[in-house]
Every structure is written in C-alpha cells, then in structure tokens.
C-alpha cells in the first residue's frame, strides 16, 4: 500500500538557519504530494502542494519539488524564523479510488530558537 | 470564506459512553473525510463521505461510524467508547476529483 516516511525528529535550529525535512513516498501511479503544518492545539493546515513530477510547490518562503526518480518530496527553507516553530507533515493523495484519503508521514517537530 | 468546522472542540466521556462529533465543510465542497490523531499512531484516515454516501473506509472497528447529509455537513459517532480512543479528530473537505483537502481545527476527545 502506499506509505510516507519523513526524517527522523525532531528538528531544532537557530533562527535565520536553512532547514530541510525528507520526505520519500511508496505509491503506484501518479499521486498528489502535500506539506501540511500544525501548530499546537490547532488543526492542519495545508502549506504546500504538488500534483506531478518535477513540479515544485511553495508557500512563505517554503519550497518541495516533487522528485519522481528519487519518490521524494523534501521541504526546504532558506531562512526559519521563530514563528515557523510546528509539527510538518508529508502526505500523499493516490485520488482514483482512494476517495478522500490522504497518507501521512509521522511528522517532523521542528523548534527554532531566536 | 468561511473554513472546515468542528464542533465542540473539547470533550470529555467516560469509557462506555457514545459519542457524536459534528463538521461542516466549506461551502462547496461536497468530499468530507475524517481521521483519527494520536501520539503513537499519528494520523489515520477513518471514512470519506460524498453526496451522503461512504466512498471509502479505513482500517477501524465497527464502533466507528459516520454519516453525511444533504447539506454535506457529516457527523461521525463512536460507540462504546474504550480509553485508547482519546484522540484529536480532524475532519477534512475537498472539491470534488481533488486529492487537496481543508482540515478544520479538530475535536479533542479525553475518554476517562
């Protein structure tokens, strides 16, 4: 079945630091790609996204570019401010038949420190 | 435009109970799905409903049930309400043949 895997957590920097977090995906055809964030005590809410092979998503200085050799799909930031302090998930749509579901990395807790 | 919402936002129940959490989707969107977030588990997909109809299921008991309505608002209800329920309860809406989904802030249930 489909999965995602994102790096081992969780991430800690300094602010104005470059961040990334991996993300690699198994899924046969073609599936969306999503960078959800969550801050504490709130929802998800969708940071980023990308719906085929080598298109790249961005948001507020966030950038992921879906890698269809490598099945990767890592979050990258030139420069991370204390407000960017969330947990980040990597997730998956396969669409087709598998209305309404999304498949989610464990989560990466990132912490920036001023 | 208003978001997904999720009504309450907090609830507390004691094992056994029965429990029925509330979403609206945003206007529009006729696909809400619901998932289950925990620590140990993260987070899993439970049901996807359209047009009053369940479409798609995950891996759960049976004690975890839902329905949708004409106005596309859905419920999900569990049953018999066991301590390893206590979870965040996010619901999800999407256009229709879109895979992007609009969670709304969640219902955490404490089951006691």
């Known amino acids: 079945g489909d999965s995602v895997t994102q790096m081992e957590g969780p991430v800690t920097l300094s602010e104005e630091a470059f961040l990334t977090i991996n993300c690699t995906y198994t899924?046969?055809?073609?599936?969306?790609l999503f960078w959800y964030v969550q801050y504490p005590g709130e929802g998800l809410q969708l940071l980023l996204k990308?719906?085929?092979?080598?298109d790249k998503g961005s948001n507020k200085g966030f950038e992921a570019t879906y890698r269809k050799e490598t099945t990767s799909f890592h979050l990258e930031k030139g420069s991370v401010q204390v407000s960017d302090s969330a947990v980040y998930f990597c997730?998956?749509?396969?669409?087709?038949?598998?209305?309404?579901?999304?498949?989610f990395g464990q989560g990466t807790i990132l912490t920036v420190h001023p | 435009k208003a978001g997904v919402t999720q009504t309450p936002r907090y609830l507390i129940k004691t094992r056994g109970q029965q429990v029925t959490l509330s979403c609206s989707p945003i206007?529009?969107?006729?696909?809400v799905s619901w998932y289950q977030q925990t620590p140990g588990q993260g987070l899993q997909f439970l049901f996807e409903?359209?047009?009053?109809?369940?479409?798609n299921k995950g891996n759960f008991p049976g004690r975890f049930s839902g329905r949708q309505f004409s106005n596309s608002r859905s419920e999900m209800n569990v049953s018999t309400l066991e301590l390893g329920d206590s979870a965040l309860y996010l619901c999800?809406?999407?256009?229709?043949?879109?895979?992007?989904?609009?969670f709304g802030q969640g219902t955490r249930l404490t089951v006691v």
């Open positions: 999800a809406s999407s256009l229709e043949g879109s895979t992007e989904a609009f």
């Open positions: 997730a998956l749509g396969a669409g087709g038949t598998s209305y309404g579901k999304l498949t």
């Open positions: 409903y359209f047009s009053e109809t369940q479409r």
């Open positions: 990308a719906t085929k092979a080598d």
């Open positions: 206007s529009g969107h006729r696909s």
């Open positions: 899924a046969t055809g073609y599936p969306s």
